[in-house]
C-alpha cells in the first residue's frame, strides 16, 4: 500500500512504450497470450535492482573465515564431501555471486581440489544478462579492495569497464529463478537471501522461506537481510546470530 506511487511512475513507462490507453488496458494486454513478449518489459521496469559488491561486509567476513573452518571440519571428520555449493537468491547484476566465489578463492589454498559451486539466479533477464556478462563500471574501483581487483578483473587504465576474470567466472553459474517457485537443485551448504523479501507480502514470503528451507543440505546456513521482516518465520532454523540461521 505504501508502494503505489513508486509502482504506478514504473508501470507507467511501459504503458507509453508499449503506446496502450492505460493501465487497465496494460493489464489486458499482459494477460493475453500477446503480451507475453512485454512480460519481460514489465518485470524488467518494476523490479529493484539495488545492490554491490560485498555488501553487508560481516556477511561475507564469516563467509571468508567460520563458514570455511566448518566446512573443513566437517570433511575431516566424514560428514562432508570436499564441495562447497551456495546459492545467492536473488543476485540482481551479479554483483553479490562473485563476491561469494572471491571469498571462496581466496581460501583455495584451504580448500585444495574441493569443488566450488556458486549459482546466482534472478527473475530479471536484463540483471541476468549483465550478471554473465561480467562487466562492472568504476564501482569496482570502490566496493572491491584493491587486490582483490588486480587477482579478479581485467581493467584497461583509463577505461570505466571492469570485467571479471575467466578464473572466477568459471566458479559462477547464472539462471533465471522466480523465488515462488520450487527450486529443483538440492543440497546447497549456504544460501544468501538479503534485501529482496522487503518487496514480498507476508504470504508470498512465507512460500519463498519454504522453497529455500528445502533447498538447504541438512546443516546448511541460510544468510538474511536485516530488513527482510522474516525473523518470525524461521522457527524450523536454528538461529545463530542476527542473519544466521541454520538447518537442523
Not at 50 to 59: I, L, N, P
Request: hydrophobic share 35%; glycine share 6%.
Amino acid at each position: 500500500e505504501n508502494k503505489v506511487m513508486l509502482l504506478s511512475n514504473r508501470i507507467r513507462r511501459r504503458v507509453k512504450a508499449t503506446g496502450v490507453a492505460d493501465f487497465q488496458a496494460y493489464l489486458k494486454m499482459l494477460r493475453a497470450s500477446a503480451g507475453r513478449d512485454e512480460l519481460e518489459g514489465f518485470l524488467n521496469a518494476v523490479t529493484t535492482n539495488e545492490t554491490s559488491f560485498f555488501r553487508t561486509e560481516k556477511h561475507f567476513d564469516w563467509l571468508r573465515t567460520e563458514f570455511i573452518d566448518e566446512m573443513r571440519e566437517r570433511v575431516r571428520n566424514g560428514r562432508h564431501s570436499q564441495n562447497i555449493r551456495i546459492w545467492s537468491a536473488a543476485c540482481s547484476s551479479g554483483e553479490e555471486p562473485y563476491s561469494i566465489a572471491m571469498c571462496l578463492a581466496e581460501n583455495r589454498s584451504r580448500l585444495p581440489d574441493w569443488k566450488i559451486e556458486v549459482h546466482g539466479s534472478d527473475i530479471s533477464e536484463d540483471s541476468l544478462r549483465k550478471a554473465r556478462t561480467g562487466v562492472y563500471g568504476s564501482k569496482v574501483a570502490t566496493e572491491v579492495p584493491e587486490k582483490l581487483q588486480t587477482r579478479y578483473f581485467d581493467h584497461k587504465a583509463g577505461s570505466d569497464d571492469w570485467k571479471v576474470k575467466a578464473s572466477l567466472k568459471e566458479l559462477v553459474t547464472i539462471s533465471r529463478h522466480n523465488l515462488m517457485e520450487a527450486n529443483r537443485q538440492r543440497d546447497y551448504d549456504c544460501i544468501f537471501i538479503r534485501n529482496v523479501l522487503i518487496y514480498f507480502d507476508r504470504e508470498s514470503k512465507k512460500v519463498v522461506i519454504d522453497n529455500l528451507v528445502r533447498s538447504l543440505a541438512v546443516g546448511g546456513y541460510l544468510v538474511v537481510g536485516p530488513s527482510e521482516g522474516i525473523f518470525d518465520m524461521l522457527s524450523m532454523l536454528q538461529k545463530r546470530s542476527t542473519f544466521l540461521y541454520q538447518k537442523p
